[in-house]
């Protein structure tokens, strides 16, 4: 016989039991994007069990690194021609086909172009709200996220059954990688869609680190004045094997591609050291660099906001600033 307080204590360990998060991996068929392992931490923080739904072509390479990370119970494993170049339209119908055999009660996946694609699908097709670009987990419903390009930040409570969502990685370590999980094929079913189909994609080729994992990124802004003289900052970040950034200011410009771009509108960064150079320091920049463990301004205009978030500034004119710290490291 069970008291009615034992009783609701079983009831809410079998809801805890229950409690399972689908993860869905962003790879290019041979390796995991990074952001997949801040999304299995982001999981195993919502608690219970963590699966991974790898859909590719040609696929193992990824699906094997999965099953090495941490926390992560079961690979999920979709192989077909439909999953060319991973578009949302044929993603959709496979996690859909998931969700509904194993009825997980949490979808995740990074906050990048990949994720912000497909799970807003997925929810509507749920009929549950998305909720994008989470950088913490409170509990199980519970979730914070910035808001007013990073000014303010909300904690709020989902009440939808199946919980639908995007994490911001540079908010979540990496899970690290001494796990063994079995991996097991997806649903089969035939995901090949007329709404769209994959052509082609050219990916920008660089010998430096991408923006998103680097430990050190120099950023350059209107103050830099062209595009040429962003040789200065790429032989800067040469010294230091670092990633070249950009305001939207200098991306505007034409100074460099936007793929560059950190803030608001562009990629979310934390890197170990952020080096702002000739960058004022707009709130829509903030947004995208101000979680970085320790950010130097060099700046000629010592009123520039750059400074009340710097943890070290240098007032002073970048063209002669920067020769002489390239001369010196
Ligand atoms: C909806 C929206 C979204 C946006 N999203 C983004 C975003 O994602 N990312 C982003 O960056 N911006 C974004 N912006 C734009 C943002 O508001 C600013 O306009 C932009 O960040 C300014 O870039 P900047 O600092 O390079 O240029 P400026 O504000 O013009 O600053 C240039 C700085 O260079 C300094 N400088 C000039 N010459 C020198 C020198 N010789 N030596 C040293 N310092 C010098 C100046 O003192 C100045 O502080 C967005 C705006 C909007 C409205």
New binding site residues.
């Given amino acids: 016989m069970f008291s009615s307080n034992s009783r609701s204590i079983v009831r809410y360990s079998i809801l805890r039991r229950l409690k399972s998060t689908l993860v869905v991996a962003e790879h290019n068929n041979e390796a995991l994007n990074p952001v997949t392992q801040n999304a299995i931490t982001a999981a195993k923080k919502i608690g219970g069990d963590v699966t991974v739904l790898v859909a590719g072509t040609k696929c193992g390479p990824a699906s094997e690194a999965v099953a090495k990370v941490q926390g992560v119970s079961k690979v999920l494993v979709a192989e077909s021609d439909a999953f060319n170049g991973f578009t949302a339209e044929s993603l959709t119908p496979l996690v859909l086909a998931v969700q509904n055999q194993f009825k997980f009660t949490h979808i995740l996946a990074g906050a990048t172009a990949f994720g912000k694609n497909v799970l807003p699908r997925v929810a509507a097709k749920l009929d549950v709200s998305p909720i994008s670009e989470i950088i913490d987990v409170k509990s199980e419903d519970t979730f914070v996220r910035t808001i007013y390009a990073g000014n303010a930040v909300l904690t709020f409570k989902s009440k939808d059954p199946v919980k639908v969502i995007t994490i911001r990685g540079t908010n979540f370590e990496a899970a690290p990688t001494n796990g063994s999980a079995k991996i097991e094929q997806a649903p089969a079913g035939d995901y090949k869609t007329d709404l769209t189909q994959f052509v082609s994609q050219e990916l920008t080729k660089s010998d430096r680190p991408e923006l998103a994992s680097a430990k050190v990124i120099i950023s350059g802004?209107?103050?830099l004045k062209s595009g040429e003289n962003f040789k200065l900052l790429y032989d800067l970040a040469d010294k230091f094997g670092a990633a070249v950034g950009a305001?939207?200011?200098?991306v505007d410009a034409g100074y460099v591609p936007n793929d560059l771009?950190?803030?608001?509108?562009?990629k979310i960064v934390a890197p170990e050291l952020y080096i702002a150079v000739?960058?004022?320091g707009?709130i829509?920049?903030l947004a995208?660099m101000k979680d970085s463990k320790t950010i130097v301004a060099?700046?000629?205009?010592p009123e520039?906001p750059i400074f009340q978030i710097a943890d070290y500034g240098l007032v002073a004119?970048?063209?002669k600033a920067i020769p002489e710290l390239t001369e010196k490291l």
Wanted: aromatic share 4%; hydrophobic share 30%.
């Fill in positions: 802004g209107r103050g305001s939207r200011a200098a771009q950190i803030g608001q509108t562009g000739g960058i004022s707009a829509q920049h995208g060099i700046n000629k205009d520039a004119d970048l063209f």
